[in-house]
Nanobody, 125 residues
Framework: QVRLVESGGGLVQAGGSLKLSCAAP????????VGWYRQAPGKQRELVAR???????TYTDSVKDRFTISKDNAKKTVYLQMNSLKPEDTAVYYC???????????????????WGQGTPVTVSS
């Protein structure tokens, strides 16, 4: 399993913005779909956004029109721009790469090639 490195989390007031970054040690993002997931206390880890190798993007309904996922293959980095943040967006955010990202909204670790330790996001009201 390849270890990805997330960064950019922090504390922000409701309505604010944060940009998360996910860096990979190699070209894994060029050959795998990449997803941003989040896990709030007491809840299951859920897929928030994903981007395919062809740059097609998908978002869960609760973040549509607020979050944007993007990829820079040259920098080996995937981003998650989060705008108009709400308290319910509070969670630890993880990035992952592999076929499991395409399976659905859940965390399919057996089908992932790489993931990170997560970066916490706290949105205060």
């Amino acid at each position: 399993q390849v270890r990805l490195v997330e960064s950019g989390g922090g504390l922000v007031q409701a309505g604010g913005s944060l940009k998360l970054s996910c860096a990979a040690p190699g070209s894994i993002f060029s050959v795998n779909a990449v997803g941003w997931y989040r896990q709030a206390p007491g809840k299951q880890r859920e897929l928030v956004a994903r981007i395919t190798t062809g740059d097609s993007t998908t978002y869960t309904d609760s973040v549509k029109d607020r979050f944007t996922i993007s990829k820079d293959n040259a920098k080996k980095t995937v981003y998650l721009q989060m705008n108009s943040l709400k308290p319910e967006d509070t969670a630890v955010y993880y990035c992952a790469a592999g076929a499991g990202v395409l399976y659905g909204s859940g965390w399919y670790e057996h089908a992932l090639d790489a993931w990170g330790q997560g970066t916490p996001v706290t949105v205060s009201s």
